[in-house]
């Protein structure tokens, strides 16, 4: 780079001649910037394309500040070496480390312009920064952001949504495999109360971030949970500038479901925790906030199962101590009223008794001359029968079968015991068994004498016979 001034020639040109070569006219023009900013400058504007090289370079576009998405009317591109990396850096940490340089933060920077004539760009060396500029700047958006949120009656309005007594479905909104999302789930699954986490990836930094979680904190709003965390973890102060956009907070706020935060370390609050229905300092403790809701609520439950134990308790002994006194009055009262009642039943016993016999006397008197009638009856009924009865036996044994058979008639029998009592029933063929009197024969129907055919004769002749 040359160092003449404005008004040098070209070194080593004709000036004679009206064209000029690229290497001529670039270290002329570097020349130019040299002479017309020979100090440093200052530079304010917000970083976009912010890109960090693997040989600790940093390169970025400082631009016209402009809302996310829009494409900005001037940029300047600026070169952070990393010697002058670290001495920025150093710059940053005296100043509490509250800045980091990332896309869409606002900073006031210090360095030289230069051309860089490999590539034919101007740009800015960077060497310095100026952190109280991008705080200063945050402090006020934030300022002016809490003031239109408080205009439109939103800092308390989630905070006014009533928390279920055991909420149990959580979405949690936080970018997923931080710690902070580990330190949920971990401080949720210790609980061992049984939790169901819907999770929605998010980015929680850079200049996409606040869309991300607006469009996170949507989906949720529309699901079946009882309440929604947002967390991230530590950071510096310009990390944490996407929780501070009026379009996180406005979502936070017309939530239907109640919004935990658990954002950064102990020290920082954003606008996201202005306008959540609680505000915890860690993710860690956010989650342990959900862990003593429920706990609360059970322990209620056990004390007042306990009240109504007790309760219960000190009934039975009343009741049964009423029992006990009426128990012993209604005993001594029984006994009394058993006493009487004996007395009076002895009395009507002894009084029945005496009418018993004498009812008995004379109900005695009164069957004697039946009983000696219906006596007398009796015997002649018997007489009568004894003699009908002696009448019937002879006149069964005169028709004993065998009284028959040892006169000498016989009785047949087909072989099946049906009694022949015609010859019809004894074709020929039949066996036939016949009882006498002192044994049985027994025979083939031949014929029976009736017309018909008859069995074939039983004489075999010899057919040589003449």
Same mark, same amino acid.
């Given at each position: ?321 009423? $029992? #006990?006194?009426?128990?012993? %009055?209604? @005993? *001594?009262?029984? +006994? =009394? !009223? /058993?006493?009487?009642? &004996?007395?009076? $039943? #002895?009395?009507?016993?002894? %009084?029945? @008794? *005496?009418?018993? +016999? =004498? !009812? /008995?006397?004379?109900? &005695?008197?009164? $069957? ?11 015997? =002649? !009924? /018997? ?5 009908? $009865? ?77």
């Amino acid at each position: 780079m040359s160092d003449g001034t404005l008004f040098d020639d070209a070194v080593g040109r004709d000036p004679r001649s009206d064209t000029w070569t690229v290497p001529e006219l670039s270290v002329h023009v570097g020349r130019l910037l040299v002479g017309a900013f020979p100090d440093d400058v200052w530079v304010e504007g917000q970083i976009r394309n912010l890109n960090r090289s693997a040989n600790g370079h940093v390169y970025f576009q400082l631009a016209e500040p402009c809302p996310a998405g829009q494409q900005p009317s001037t940029q300047l591109a600026v070169t952070l070496l990393a010697p002058e990396r670290t001495l920025v850096n150093a710059q940053i940490k005296r100043a509490g480390g509250g800045v980091r340089m990332e896309d869409g933060i606002e900073v006031r920077i210090q360095g030289r312009i230069r051309w860089y004539g490999p590539r034919g760009t101007l740009q800015l060396r960077m060497h310095g920064i100026d952190p109280d500029y991008t705080l200063g700047r945050l402090q006020a958006d934030k300022d002016r952001t809490l003031a239109l949120l408080a205009a439109d009656g939103l800092l308390d309005r989630n905070a006014r949504l009533p928390v279920p007594q055991v909420p149990l479905r959580i979405g949690l909104v936080t970018s997923m495999g931080t710690a902070a999302h580990a330190d949920v789930l971990a401080e949720l699954t210790a609980s061992e109360i049984g939790f169901v986490v819907r999770t929605v990836d998010a980015r929680t930094q850079g200049a996409e971030s606040a869309a991300a979680i607006t469009r996170a904190l949507t989906i949720l709003g529309q699901d079946d949970v009882d309440l929604i965390l947002l967390v991230r973890g530590g950071g510096a102060r310009t990390d944490l500038a996407p929780f501070d956009t009026e379009l996180m907070a406005r979502a936070i706020a017309t939530s239907p479901v109640p919004v935990f935060t658990g954002i950064g370390h102990e020290i920082d609050r954003s606008i996201a925790d202005e306008v959540a229905h609680t505000a915890h300092k860690t993710p860690t403790a956010a989650a342990a906030a959900v862990v003593h809701q429920v706990r609360r609520f059970l322990a209620e439950v056990d004390d007042r199962a306990g009240a109504i134990q007790r309760a219960v308790h000190r009934s039975l002994r009343v009741a049964t101590d009423r $029992l #006990d006194d009426r128990t012993t %009055r209604v @005993a *001594r009262s029984g +006994d =009394r !009223a /058993l006493g009487r009642q &004996a007395l009076l $039943l #002895d009395r009507a016993g002894d %009084r029945a @008794a *005496r009418g018993a +016999d =004498r !009812a /008995l006397d004379a109900a &005695a008197a009164r $069957l004697v001359a039946p009983s000696r009638a219906v006596g007398d009856r009796a015997r =002649r !009924a /018997l007489a009568v029968a004894e003699r009908d $009865l002696d009448g019937v036996a002879a006149r069964t044994r005169a028709h004993d079968p065998q009284l028959a058979l040892a006169r000498g008639w016989s009785i047949t029998t087909t072989a099946d015991g049906t009694l022949v009592r015609s010859p019809v029933d004894a074709p020929p063929g039949t066996t036939l068994v016949t009882r006498v009197a002192d044994g049985q024969v027994t025979s083939t129907v031949t014929d029976t004498g009736l017309p018909g055919p008859t069995a074939p004769s039983t004489d075999r002749q010899d057919p040589a016979a003449p």
